[in-house]
T-cell receptor, first 115, second 111 residues
Framework: DAGVIQSPRHEVTEMGQEVTLRCKPISGHDYLFWYRQTMMRGLELLIYFNNNVPIDDSGMPEDRFSAKMPNASFSTLKIQPSEPRDSAVYFC?????????????FGPGTRLTVT | DAKTTQPPSMDCAEGRAANLPCNHSTISGNEYVYWYRQIHSQGPQYIIHGLKNNETNEMASLIITEDRKSSTLILPHATLRDTAVYYCIVRVAGSNYKLTFGKGTLLTVNP
């Protein structure tokens, strides 16, 4: 299995532009998580889905952030409009309902820089 | 979920055992202890988890004290590739799948 796939790996954009981050979870996994990591705040959960349905979005910082999961193999995290303080590494993770360990498998991340 | 306390950094010589401590004095009876690590510029990686008993897998061993208020992650023969930030996480098993990451311990394995 290729693992969790994220694209792009790096994104540089100007303030005010729309940014879309993409994630393909591991096949067969029915939970998908979006995290953000910064030096100041560490690694924090933004939102997670179960069977393509958002379950908890309490970590989404503000209305500029939105996430969708149109099918079991694809999810997007969109920031519109982007701001310099959104600069961070964004990780996507997935896990299987059948996993007894609640192990989450993380992707390589997308490093976002907003200038 | 219970709060955890870890030292900010530790050093270990290559080939020696690395023992990473974690305090979770407010842990409840139904909370598990999880360990993840994050190698520089990569996503976090699951290592091991346990409830009461000591656990071992191909990566590490987890020793949980009898009162469950602390635990130790042991990497038996540390290599340079084990240099990473190690996170100790306590969470309740069940429908809440959130993982709350603290600051972790930066383990540096020296040649």
């Amino acid at each position: 299995d290729a693992g969790v796939i994220q694209s792009p790996r790096h994104e540089v954009t100007e303030m005010g532009q729309e940014v879309t981050l993409r994630c393909k979870p591991i096949s067969g996994h029915d939970y998908l998580f979006w995290y953000r990591q910064t030096m100041m705040r560490g690694l924090e959960l933004l939102i997670y889905f179960n069977n393509n349905v958002p379950i908890d979005d309490s970590g989404m910082p503000e209305d500029r952030f939105s996430a969708k999961m149109p099918n079991a193999s694809f999810s997007t995290l969109k920031i519109q409009p982007s701001e310099p303080r959104d600069s961070a590494v964004y990780f996507c993770a997935s896990r299987s309902r059948d996993s007894n360990s609640y192990e989450q498998y993380f992707g390589p991340g997308t490093r976002l820089t907003v200038t | 979920d219970a709060k955890t306390t870890q030292p900010p950094s530790m050093d270990c010589a290559e080939g020696r055992a690395a023992n990473l401590p974690c305090n979770h004095s407010t842990i409840s009876g139904n909370e598990y202890v999880y360990w993840y690590r994050q190698i520089h510029s990569q996503g976090p990686q699951y290592i091991i988890h346990g409830l009461k008993n000591n656990e071992t897998n191909e990566m590490a061993s987890l020793i949980i004290t009898e009162d469950r208020k602390s635990s130790t992650l042991i990497l038996p023969h540390a290599t340079l590739r084990d240099t990473a930030v190690y996170y100790c996480i306590v969470r309740v098993a069940g429908s809440n799948y959130k993982l709350t990451f603290g600051k972790g311990t930066l383990l540096t394995v020296n040649p």
